[in-house]
């Protein structure tokens, strides 16, 4: 299949045209630069079955080719850069997921958008299903992140209710692994990254907050298989193993064999309190589940960071 990849230098988009390439497919991949890395495509820049084109899906987009596919990825995504690219982020999920939704429609492409578990908040149901509507601050800080995720769900559901549009939606929870960026600024790559320097790991709060971390590859199989049904309404893609911020914090330290400590510091705000996803409905449908656990998965990211902190 031919397949549009937005956000292609993201450390998800990277890794799903990666697999998608090993897998036979063709992939054109968009980015604009803005929190993707090219060394994160390098790898594929000489391969023939991939093309990249540097684009900004806020503006309207035409491509010469027949197009099976439109994964639309693109948006900054941690908390420090869609805070640093407010407008970007609000803009990339709306008029970009628009964009991309037309030319879906007159490729007569599939189309799938990556939501997030930030449609939930800081959520008053726990673990959170996709029937949970969410808590979420309209203007909150994590608005321009949250509401735009949200509004972009909204409009793939009207394209899908009014043109017959075959589209997806996966709601993606933490996920962690090879390709992030040690900037990012998001908590994995932060702890990894300081553990390895012997810089003091931060913890924000007093680190009794979850999250819920999933290994890329585990994501990387759920939307390929999101990809082979037809369902429409949002499907959670996450690992459920439920963590607080100080157990990751020590776990890091235990595994890196790290001298840093650790260091508090304040919460953001609406930093949500708890997040762990229901995943009954991907092992229903998909008859998915995550492989990878959290010791695992952390192993094989501090070894991806060593190597890029040594170039
Ligand atoms: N966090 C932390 N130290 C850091 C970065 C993040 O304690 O250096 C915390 C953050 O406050 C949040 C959790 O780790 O409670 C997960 O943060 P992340 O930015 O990875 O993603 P979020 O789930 O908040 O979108």
């Known amino acids: 299949m031919n397949i549009v990849i937005s956000g292609v230098c993201g450390f998800i988009g990277s890794n799903l045209a990666k697999r998608l390439i090993a897998e036979n497919h063709t992939v054109i991949g968009l980015d604009n630069m803005l929190t993707g890395s090219e060394r994160n495509i390098e790898s594929l820049m000489t391969n023939p079955n991939f093309v990249f084109v540097k684009n900004d899906v806020i503006k309207p987009i035409d491509l010469d080719d027949d197009i099976d596919w439109i994964i639309h990825l693109a948006s900054p995504a941690s908390p420090p850069k ?17 964009n991309l939704l037309e030319l879906a429609l007159k490729k007569n492409a599939r189309f799938l958008y990556s939501s997030t578990s930030e449609v939930y908040g800081n959520p008053q149901v726990h673990p959170q299903s996709e029937d949970y509507w969410g808590n979420v601050n309209p203007i909150g800080p994590r608005s321009v992140y949250d509401e735009a995720k949200r509004y972009g769900e909204a409009l793939v559901m009207a394209y899908n209710r009014k043109f017959n549009l075959s589209t997806r939606i996966v709601r993606i929870f933490n996920t962690y692994g090879p390709g992030m960026d040690p900037d990012d600024g998001r908590v994995i790559s932060n702890f990894v990254v300081q553990a390895l320097k012997g810089e003091p790991i931060t913890v924000y709060g007093n680190g009794m907050q979850t999250r819920s971390f999933q290994y890329i590859d585990d994501l990387i199989e759920g939307i390929l298989k999101v990809m082979e049904v037809e369902f429409y309404e949002p499907i959670n893609l996450g690992n459920p193993e439920e963590y607080t911020v100080l157990e990751l914090a020590n776990k890091v330290l235990q595994l890196t064999k790290s001298k840093s400590t650790i260091i508090f510091k304040p919460l953001p705000e609406n930093d949500p309190e708890r997040r762990k996803p229901n995943i009954d409905r991907a092992k229903k449908i998909l008859g998915w589940e995550p492989r990878v656990d959290l010791e695992e998965g952390l192993k094989r990211t501090i070894n991806y960071f060593k190597e890029l902190l040594n170039r």
């Open 82 to 98: 869609y805070l640093t690219y407010p407008i970007e982020t609000l803009r990339t999920n709306s008029e970009g997921t628009r």
